[in-house]
């Protein structure tokens, strides 16, 4: 299996843009996650679906920021429009089982000027 | 917020020598997990240990648990260069909620 993969790997983007990030979770495992990492606030859980359905949107910072999963094999995470202090790794992982191993991609790094 | 935190933030430590880190939370948990992330790469799990575990081995890694302190050690013997990287513990509450990190603990071995 490829593992989670993530795309773009970096994006640097001016403030009030959109950004997209997309994610392809391992087939066949049913919860998708989506974390924020930064040196001051660490790795913060966004938001997390379970079969295609969100969970648990409280983590989403503001109405800036919008998930969807339309399908068992696609998620995205949109900001729109972005700030710098967005700027932050955004790793996409996905699991069988909601408290089992979490299988992480190699994260998005986006830099917002 | 944040469940679980490690300590120390950072420890240098020369190949060879073990290495302990710890992690402390807050709420009653149903497992514990450590990942280890290694520079510009995502996270990858090490090692799970549950509520009614009190030690589990895995290679070179050694983890315990105890639930009336609320915490949880990571040991690594015989530590090498390839160790270095940031560790961390992660929990969750009730069964079916995403599991939180902690800010971790950046570990450097030195040949």
């Known amino acids: 299996d490829a593992g989670v993969i993530q795309s773009p790997r970096h994006e640097v983007t001016e403030m009030g843009q959109e950004v997209t990030l997309r994610c392809k979770p391992i087939s066949g495992h049913d919860y998708l996650f989506w974390y924020r990492q930064t040196m001051m606030r660490g790795l913060e859980l966004l938001i997390y679906?379970?079969?295609?359905?969100?969970?648990?949107d409280s983590g989403m910072p503001e109405d800036r920021f919008s998930a969807k999963m339309p399908n068992a094999s696609f998620s995205t995470l949109k900001i729109q429009p972005s700030e710098p202090r967005d700027s932050a790794v955004y790793f996409c992982?996905?699991?069988?089982?909601?408290?089992?191993?979490?299988?992480f991609g190699e994260g998005s790094r986006l830099t917002v000027l | 917020s944040q469940q679980g935190e490690e300590d120390p933030q950072a420890l240098s430590i020369q190949e060879g020598e073990n290495a302990t880190m710890n992690c402390s939370y807050k709420?009653?948990?149903?497992?514990l997990q450590w990942y280890r992330q290694n520079s510009g790469r995502g996270l990858v799990h090490l090692i799970l240990i549950r509520s009614n575990e009190r030690e589990k081995h895995s290679g070179r890694l050694r983890v315990t648990l105890d639930t009336s302190k609320k915490s949880s050690s990571l040991l690594i013997t015989a530590s090498r260069a390839a160790d270095t990287a940031s560790y961390f513990c992660?929990?969750?509450?009730?069964?079916?909620?995403?599991?939180?990190f902690g800010k971790g603990t950046t570990l450097s071995v030195s040949s």
């Open positions: 709420t009653s948990i149903n497992n």
């Open positions: 679906f379970n079969n295609n359905v969100p969970i648990d």
């Open positions: 992660a929990t969750e509450g009730q069964a079916g909620t995403a599991l939180i």
């Open positions: 992982a996905s699991s069988f089982g909601g408290s089992g191993e979490l299988f």
